[in-house]
């Protein structure tokens, strides 16, 4: 078990996990996507895979293809509705509610802008105050570029090795948390090297002391 002083989530796939949402959600972006570069849906989903292979992630992959990303994010956040796909989880809720509770700080680490990560959070019941700190793509280059857990860090008051990092995603997420010396934990998959894995963000206690 370890002692921390503050908690780091993402969100996409580690609050929540919904096949609906994900195809629903990849599809919109290659529709948005075509749209903002004047050609056809398939024809963006088939650049944007390309382009992912080198950036591993959505956020830097539209950038790199000349794309605005908080132009992106807010066009795509007026498209989707993931209160369709997304069910409400009351048991996050109180997870987060008893890290308050425990003098725990809680962040929040998206690679998604502030406007869609609203939403989500909105139809999975929790709120943007739920957190002390929300970062988004809005606010610091995305994931896996440091800058947004250094801002994190700065946010919250706290060093790195007294933060625990939650993520779904070993390579683009929490494989850089640990370069930087926080404490990391995988959840849903086992690949990767975190300091725990866990099979649902509510199992946190079980690290926690």
Known sequence: MVE???VVFDVDG?????RRYEAHLRESIHRVL???LGIDYLRAAEKLKAV???TKTVSLSVEMMGVDRRRFYDLLA???DPSKYIKPRPEVKKLLQELKKAGIKIGCHTNSGRSLFLKVSEALGIHASDFDVVVTSDDAPPKPLKDGYILLSKLLGTPFNRILYVGDRWEVE??????????TVLVHSRNGEPDFYLS???ELFKIIK
């Open 34 to 36: 075509g749209e903002l």
């Open 78 to 80: 007026e498209r989707i």
């Open 200 to 202: 649902d963000i509510t």
């Open 14 to 18: 580690t609050m929540y996990r919904s």
């Open 52 to 54: 992912k292979k080198k």
């Open 4 to 6: 921390v002083d503050a």
């Open 174 to 183: 929490v494989k850089p948390a640990k370069e930087l010396g926080m404490i």
